[in-house]
């Protein structure tokens, strides 16, 4: 059974201080405003309106939490870098995702989306100097895949490798396509991992904070 699919809401906190107490492993998704993280959720649990997709970017303001089948969570963050977010909710929005990424004791691993066409924005350096102390693994989504052709995704793919390469093997990083709907199975491989399941079979064990 793939890992995302079934994806129930659970709860969304606007704060840190809503935050549940800590119930089973929880992956985080981020990434920078209309980087196609939604859509990228959807896709992955088969699902079209899981999280919500809007033309406007910076529209999710919450972290909102989905409980998978296996136990764990998926945590959806809200998206960063829109400019025309007022100032102090940018700053609301950075300081929920810092507290998180830096605190959640039982977040296991980072899936971080980036478009494809133009990855490794500063915020999103900023956001894996936030999570990379942890030493805890990021898995880097490169969105929107299909807008390129087969020579520039690979292109890109090799810079952002290139880039992150003195952070060795706590840095993954792949191709996503949510109209194509390619790349899901990779996603799903390296999320299972994380979880400590047996994506060829059943689980080895369950997943723990």
Not at 1 to 15: C, G, H, T
Not at 72 to 93: C, E, N, T
Not at 164 to 181: C, H, I
Request: proline share 6%; aromatic share 6%.
């Amino acid at each position: 059974m793939p890992i995302f699919r079934n994806a129930r809401f659970e709860i969304s906190i606007a704060k840190a201080s809503g935050l549940p107490p800590p119930n089973g492993a929880e992956v985080a998704f981020a990434g920078r405003s209309n980087a196609g993280k939604s859509s990228a959720i959807n896709t992955l649990a088969g699902h079209t309106r899981l999280a919500f997709v809007s033309k406007t970017p910076g529209r999710t303001q919450l972290i909102n939490f989905f409980r998978l089948n296996c136990g764990a969570a998926l945590v959806d963050l809200p998206g960063y870098g829109y400019a025309k977010v007022p100032p102090d909710v940018r700053r609301q929005w950075q300081g929920l995702l810092e507290h998180y990424l830096k605190r959640r004791e039982n977040l296991v691993g980072l899936v971080l989306i980036m478009d494809s066409r133009h990855p490794l924005t500063p915020l999103d350096r900023q956001m894996i100097g936030w999570f990379a102390p942890s030493g805890r693994p990021i898995h880097i989504l490169l969105t929107k895949s299909d807008k390129l052709s087969r020579n520039q995704a690979a292109a890109a793919l090799a810079l952002v490798r290139r880039e992150l390469a003195d952070m060795g093997d706590q840095v993954s990083v792949q191709l996503f396509s949510s109209l194509a709907k390619t790349g899901g199975d990779e996603v799903e491989q390296v999320v299972g991992r994380w979880l400590g399941l047996d994506m060829a079979g059943d689980e080895k064990e369950k997943p723990r904070a």
